[in-house]
């Protein structure tokens, strides 16, 4: 089977190649045989990868120590879980799962939009082809996961005991999930352009797409945070590293593209930028996927390095030289009958909106490459860290923040000042009333109460949404509050998803602001001793330490220190926070220890505890950490995934006339004359 | 192989866009010689337990410390550690207890606070020893200025340039500019007040729909 696996690799680039050929031959020629035969060829190339993978998955899970990847990923005692996981946790596997992800993606789009969308197929196939002979190429030549080792090592190095967390099996494969999706839109927007199509039919398979990609990328990027929350210790969930920031990019522009689209869809405006949207997004994808896997920057994902960055960066180069070369070539046919009736209108919110996604993914991307720009520049090793990209980012959150709380209640076209004052007048008290209940509560530090003002602004014009149109859903049709609420929902998917989405969004920004009063304690004590302290809300806390314990496990031996734990004096159980040693099958150590920290959850403050050292068998050094409002940030991801399902299921196509609206209209004059002649 | 990797570097290096991406490639690889990290694939990051270097300054006469431990870890919050992880000295050297150098670190602080130096002076002396890296954040002077500044001046002038854009926009809709801003103007049509009221009904009703 791994040789089979191995072959399979081989001939999945051949079929890519093929495929890349023959559609685009097909596209140019209007060969409709060959077109058809590229089709083809990238459903093949499909079988081929997934043949490939399938070797590889049993590589790993025969603990194949011949081959290298399996000897440098796993160690024979690890559990099966752990081991299946290993598929991508370095660089081979992780572009054959790349490949793996696109050529399913491909085929899927291909088969489902082919017979709409006729013209754009043989170049959409194509593009994605090329993609797919850039990965598994890189794949074949660069970082063959099947390369064998000249020996048969006793054992595996080991996979890093950070990596074994069930996060492992869902952050990255979701993360990918979400990168590699940016590709159809991609391909089918170089489609259109090089056909000249681009009107709207290219739109839905593109917002389709670009759906997915949101989706994923951003239950990867949560899933992210929890799993540095839980596992690293650092005690958070966002330290801006070069990788995190990686995976943000694309996120931005996607989302910047899900709201400019609308626009395009109502008002056939900014197809330029459209356009231009969905290729960043395609760009940063691979950019991401180069960071992650290259360790061209130093960060904590680097553990996979190799010499294909020649090669990611030629391919990068080139598809940015494709696309700039193509929307230069078609700016004439990407003109729009561009006109505005107001200055405040959706329109316009939309593209302030779309300017401070734009200017949120430039700030982060420049501060990511900034400490390399600036040693080329002067020599200067420079590091830049939260700081930086909080103090520029948190003005720029906190207006879109705004934005989002103004853009819906906005009408498209023109806004009148009955309009606005209307639609804001409850959502602005309710604001200022959070605004007025923290100052009075005695806070004061600026940036955290005005982020919940406008939390509490934004829910308010959420919630009012929400009770306007259960309302009159009550009173068109009788129904109960709840049945009204699902109704509503699930007649206007797009709409009220993307509501569900912001309500995430709103808990996201209180879990951030929560992070400014984060207090953290140091301190070393011996069995029975106890730390007593305040947390951020005032109330007493006492740690009795239980003393240290060590225990030996299969695969790891684990210190821990408990914490008999009381806040107010009311007994709330033990914490403990652990260190683990993982072991290989020899009993030889593999890796530096790894901390596991002890986490006590609630909604207003997360208890966290890192076992930093132990001086001798009852004396411990930790950290206790006060984390506020970290279940809200989780919270709040589980609302935008849970949004974005709803506003990417797929709506029935018999629209049920505009939520029952129907219903109430009068009957037709002719058919009232009818009846009473 | 060799044949393939020069003709791909030939063919790629036309493009202006490559030259560029040659020049950040190279300074990459300035970087990682030049730090000569013990790199262990293994490991998340390429930690250097080397990397601690003494930092000094003489004890002031009768000297009594300034800062209090609450002060001090708020200082060590703005030091970089320099063992190859993203955090600062505080926090690296109370999770990762594999970590040398961040311990190495904090105790040259403890040893500049005893001597009566302040936070100021301190975080000085590590920049003196270490760069600019000793930074969680680049100062705002020189080059660095370049950071700081241009996210916010991109977005001022995406700012401006978006309101032109909405301007030019709004001058091709000769009919709605004529309607003014805030409506139609009731002197302007000889509609009855009810009829502009039922206009405007009308208006709002595509708005919400």
């Known amino acids: 089977m791994i040789l089979i696996g191995e072959l399979s690799l081989w001939v999945a680039l051949l079929m890519a190649v093929w495929s890349m050929t023959a559609s685009y031959a097909g596209g140019a020629l209007r060969r409709d045989d060959l077109t058809a035969s590229g089709v083809r060829g990238l459903y093949a190339t499909f079988v081929m990868v997934v043949l490939a993978s399938a070797g590889l998955w049993t590589a790993l899970l025969s603990r194949d120590f011949s081959v290298e990847y399996v000897a440098s990923h796993i160690s024979a005692n690890m559990p099966n879980f752990y081991i299946f996981t290993a598929f991508w946790s370095g660089q081979a596997g992780s572009l054959l799962f790349w490949a793996l992800i696109l050529s399913m993606y491909g085929t899927i789009a291909i088969a489902t939009s082919r017979a709409r969308n006729r013209e754009l197929v043989p170049w959409a196939t194509g593009t994605l082809a090329a993609i797919l002979v850039f990965f598994i190429a890189t794949d074949c030549f660069k970082a063959n996961p099947f390369t064998r080792l000249d020996f048969l090592p006793a054992d595996g190095r080991g996979m890093n005991p950070q990596l074994q967390n069930p996060g492992m099996a869902f952050h990255p494969p979701n993360l990918y999930l979400g990168y590699v999706a940016t590709a159809i839109p991609f391909a089918f927007a170089v489609a259109a352009l090089f056909t000249r199509r681009l009107d709207a039919e290219w739109l839905a398979v593109v917002r389709r797409w670009a759906l997915v990609s949101w989706f994923f990328l951003t239950i990867g990027i949560v899933l992210g945070m929890w799993w540095a929350y839980v596992e690293l210790g650092w005690g958070g969930y966002w330290a801006w590293d070069p990788v995190e920031n990686s995976s943000f990019l694309p996120w931005l522009t996607t989302t910047a593209f899900l709201h400019s689209i609308m626009i395009q869809e109502k008002r056939g405006m900014l197809r330029k930028w459209n356009v231009v949207l969905v290729v960043v997004s395609f760009l940063l994808s691979i950019f991401g996927t180069f960071i992650t896997r290259s360790g061209v920057i130093e960060s904590v994902h680097s553990f996979a390095q190799s010499p294909v960055g020649t090669w990611f960066g030629t391919f990068f180069f080139l598809a940015t030289g494709l696309t700039i070369y193509l929307v230069g070539t078609r700016l004439r046919d990407l003109e729009a009958r561009a006109e505005l009736e107001s200055m405040v209108s959706r329109e316009a919110a939309f593209l302030y909106n779309n300017l401070l996604l734009v200017g949120i993914a430039f700030a982060v991307l420049w501060g990511t490459v900034f400490p390399i720009l600036s040693e080329w520049w002067n020599g200067n090793k420079i590091t830049v860290g939260p700081p930086f990209f909080n103090a520029v980012n948190i003005p720029l959150g906190l207006l879109l923040l705004a934005l989002t709380g103004v853009g819906p209640l906005i009408?498209?076209?023109?806004?009148?000042?009955?309009?606005?004052?209307?639609?804001?007048?409850?959502?602005?008290?309710?604001?200022?009333?959070?605004?007025?209940?923290?100052?009075?509560?005695g806070m004061r530090a600026l940036a955290p109460i005005v982020t919940y003002a406008l939390c509490g602004f934004v829910a308010g014009t959420i919630g009012q949404e929400f009770y306007k149109?259960?309302?009159?859903?009550?009173?068109?049709?009788?129904?109960?509050?709840?049945?009204?609420?699902?109704?509503?929902?699930?007649?206007?998917?797009?709409?009220?998803?993307?509501?569900?989405?912001?309500?995430?969004?709103?808990?996201?920004?209180?879990?951030?602001?929560g992070l400014a009063f984060k207090s953290e304690h140091d301190i070393t004590l011996s069995t029975g001793q106890a730390f007593e302290v305040r947390d951020p809300y005032g109330r007493q806390w006492r740690f009795v330490s239980q003393g240290v314990s060590t225990s030996q496990r299969p695969d790891r031996v684990v210190q821990a220190v408990g914490l008999e734990t009381f806040r107010d004096g009311k007994r709330l159980g033990l914490i403990a926070g652990e260190k683990r040693q993982y072991l290989d099958s020899q009993g030889n150590e593999l890796f530096?220890?790894?901390?596991?920290?002890?986490?006590?959850?609630?909604?207003?403050?997360?208890?966290?505890?890192?076992?930093?050292?132990?001086?001798?068998?009852?004396?411990?050094?930790?950290?206790?950490?006060?984390?506020?409002l970290v279940t809200w940030v989780w919270t709040g991801g589980y609302l935008m995934m849970i949004g974005g399902l709803i506003v990417m299921w797929p709506q029935a196509e018999r629209r049920r006339a505009q939520a029952g609206y129907a219903a109430v209209l009068p009957p037709r004059p002719e058919a009232a004359e009818l009846a009473g002649v | 192989?060799?044949?393939?990797?020069?003709?791909?570097?030939?063919?790629?290096?036309?493009?202006?866009?490559?030259?560029?991406?040659?020049?950040?490639?190279?300074?990459?690889?300035?970087?990682?010689?030049?730090?000569?990290?013990?790199?262990?694939?293994?490991?998340?990051?390429?930690?250097?337990?080397?990397?601690?270097?003494?930092?000094?300054?003489?004890?002031?006469?009768?000297?009594?410390?300034?800062?209090?431990?609450?002060?001090?870890?708020?200082?060590?919050?703005?030091?970089?550690?320099?063992?190859?992880?993203?955090?600062?000295?505080?926090?690296?050297?109370?999770?990762?207890?594999?970590?040398?150098?961040?311990?190495?670190?904090?105790?040259?602080?403890?040893?500049?606070?005893?001597?009566?130096?302040?936070?100021?002076?301190?975080?000085?002396?590590?920049?003196?020893?270490?760069?600019?890296?000793?930074?969680?954040?680049?100062?705002?002077?020189?080059f660095n200025l370049l950071a700081w500044f241009a996210p916010g001046v991109s977005v001022l002038v995406g700012g401006v340039a978006v309101l032109m854009l909405l301007r030019r926009w709004r001058a091709k809709a000769p009919l709605a500019a004529a309607a003014g801003q805030r409506g139609i103007d009731p002197a302007a049509t000889d509609a009855t007040p009810d009829e502009l009221a039922r206009l405007a009904a009308a208006v709002k009703g595509d708005g919400d729909a």
Request: glycine share 8%.
């Open chain 1, 469 to 513: 149109g259960v309302r009159a859903r009550q009173a068109i049709h009788n129904e109960s509050i709840f049945k009204g609420f699902i109704h509503l929902v699930g007649r206007n998917r797009r709409r009220y998803g993307g509501y569900i989405v912001h309500a995430g969004v709103i808990m996201l920004f209180a879990g951030f602001a």
């Open chain 2, 1 to 142: 192989m060799t044949s393939r990797r020069a003709f791909l570097r030939h063919a790629a290096s036309g493009a202006a866009a490559v030259v560029a991406s040659a020049g950040v490639a190279r300074a990459q690889r300035g970087l990682t010689h030049d730090s000569s990290v013990i790199r262990d694939s293994t490991n998340l990051f390429a930690m250097d337990q080397m990397a601690a270097q003494p930092v000094r300054l003489p004890p002031k006469p009768g000297a009594t410390p300034q800062l209090t431990d609450a002060q001090r870890d708020e200082l060590e919050h703005k030091i970089h550690c320099q063992c190859g992880c993203t955090l600062d000295v505080f926090t690296c050297r109370t999770t990762d207890f594999s970590c040398q150098v961040s311990p190495a670190m904090h105790r040259d602080v403890m040893e500049m606070v005893k001597g009566g130096h302040s936070a100021q002076e301190i975080i000085d002396a590590f920049v003196g020893v270490y760069g600019e890296r000793a930074l969680m954040a680049p100062r705002k002077s020189g």
């Open chain 1, 411 to 441: 009408a498209w076209r023109r806004a009148s000042v009955d309009n606005l004052k209307r639609q804001f007048l409850t959502p602005a008290i309710l604001g200022l009333a959070v605004a007025a209940a923290l100052l009075v509560a």
């Open chain 1, 592 to 628: 530096n220890p790894s901390t596991e920290p002890g986490i006590r959850s609630s909604a207003k403050l997360d208890t966290y505890v890192v076992l930093a050292g132990v001086r001798s068998s009852d004396v411990a050094e930790m950290r206790i950490t006060f984390n506020p």
